[in-house]
């Protein structure tokens, strides 16, 4: 078990491989100045687990020279992934048949997430759950757990002594009858305190953040709201993270609850929309929320396999980008049918082309990383190799599948092998997956993948 973060002892390391990352959005027609790709490349990593150089491996600095060395030449180089939208308790609802969201929560979410209250069964799932992120290539995500404080214990226990960089927050919920009465928040008040209690315990500790977590306006009363809105208000370092019109049923139960001229209207109305705020989804919404979103610096994840998989829409990348709306990608597991972010990708690919655009594997690649990190607003830490920055990054084999293999062999350059990897990748296509330049998941010496 590798030790906890904030205690690393590594050993100076470099990386051989292509290495490939991204310095801003390269848009939709993309800009070449947007990304760095070192055919024959390398990363060099501090023993505190940090980017000490990415670049041609011919100009490495002599004084890197001496350290440890991994060949990864053949294969691609890229930032950790950055899952902005998924549910560390819906493990066991991942594919559960037949419903839309509103349906699908009561028939099969909220009974899988009562067991939460049980530390053991917690503990379990939140080991299986970062295993299967970390195999996907993930190493940061935004994380919903459960009501219970056990939940967001064990999630944050476990990515501690993985040495992670995750934020995740208790989830609140007590408006009847929407949230169910096995599973609602006693009081405001004790959901205040327990909220409190976790910020205290987590929240800046080792590389975790705590994300306050009111799980979306239907479950939420007035003045639970507004007690969300405080707590951000009194500590601008906390994060925020909900649901927002995913659903037209889910919109037009909000508009009877609430009123208000949008959806977004109601996270605003209560001062939910700040800087480091998530809204997950946000697919039945107009250019005037789009611009209140931008205006405050908040983000959106981008959840495809979740949409489609439910039914809910085609989310518009290009109006949120047009009004200036910082996009990540969201897995959403369990409504979303995979923890990898490539397989993401391609699902984000058919979306557009639903509405008549193309994504760019440039693009697909700049959102699974530091177009992630920016809407986290952890951009300044993870993202990219820039010097200094945390080094978590992933091994993508362009050989992984028959299907890939061959496909990459005729490609005619670099952006047809990107782009293969992007519709045809999945967690067969993750090597390796490093955090702070520590090997956290190893494909091909993986217990839970062997027998
Ligand atoms: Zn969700």
Redesign the pocket.
């Known amino acids: 078990m590798p030790s906890p973060a904030g205690q690393h002892r590594g050993r100076p390391k470099v990386v051989f491989g292509q290495v490939l990352h991204f310095l801003k959005d390269p848009g939709e027609v993309p800009d070449p100045a947007a990304w760095e790709v070192f055919e024959d490349g390398a990363l060099a990593i501090t023993a505190d687990g940090k980017v000490a150089y990415a670049g041609p491996a011919r100009a490495l600095p002599q004084h890197l020279a001496g350290a440890e060395r991994v060949d990864h030449r053949g294969r691609l180089v890229v930032p950790g992934f950055v899952d902005t ?1 998924i ?1 560390a308790a819906q493990v066991d609802v991942i594919a559960s048949y037949g419903k839309q969201l509103l349906e699908w929560l009561e028939t099969y979410v909220f009974p899988a997430e009562a067991k939460f209250d049980r530390a053991a069964h917690a503990r379990a799932l939140a080991g299986f759950f970062l295993d299967r992120l970390l195999a996907a290539g993930t190493t940061t995500a935004t994380v ?1 757990p459960t009501i219970h404080p056990t939940s967001v214990d064990a999630f944050f226990e476990q990515s501690r002594q993985r040495g992670l960089r995750m934020l995740c927050g208790k989830v609140l919920m007590d408006r009847e009858p929407y949230a169910p009465a096995y599973l609602r928040d006693r009081s405001v008040d004790q959901a205040e305190q327990q909220t409190r209690e976790l910020i205290e315990r987590w929240h800046g500790k080792d590389r975790l953040g705590y994300s306050i977590t009111p799980r979306f306006a239907p479950t939420s009363t007035e003045r639970m709201l507004a007690m969300t809105g405080r707590l951000l208000q009194e500590d601008r370092s906390l994060w925020l993270q909900t ?1 927002a019109a995913e659903n037209k049923d889910e919109v037009a139960l909000v508009k009877k609850l609430f009123g208000g001229r949008s959806y977004i209207d109601v996270y605003e109305r209560y001062g939910l929309l700040t800087k480091r705020s998530l809204f ?1 989804h946000c697919i039945h919404i107009d250019t005037t929320d789009r611009k209140r979103l931008a205006a405050a610096g908040s983000s959106v994840a981008f959840c495809p396999t979740s949409n489609l998989f439910l039914g809910s829409g085609l989310f518009d990348l290009r109006a949120a980008r047009g009004s200036k709306v910082t996009v990540g990608l969201g897995t ?1 597991v369990g ?1 979303g049918t995979s923890y990898s972010l490539l397989a993401t990708l391609n699902e984000a690919y058919k979306v557009t082309a639903l509405r008549g655009r193309s994504l760019s594997p440039y693009r697909g690649f700049y959102l699974a990383t530091l177009g992630g990190a920016q809407a986290l607003d952890l951009d300044h830490v993870i993202g990219n190799f820039r010097v200094g920055k945390e080094a978590d990054f992933t091994v993508l084999d362009f050989t992984a599948t028959p299907t890939l293999a061959r496909r990459t062999d005729v490609a005619k350059d670099f952006t047809e092998r990107l782009f293969a990897l992007m519709i045809l990748g999945d967690e067969r296509a993750v090597a390796a997956t490093y955090a702070q330049g520590r090997l956290v998941h190893d494909r091909d010496n993986d217990p839970a993948l062997l027998g």
């Open positions: 939208h549910h919903f649901h997950a959403d409504a």
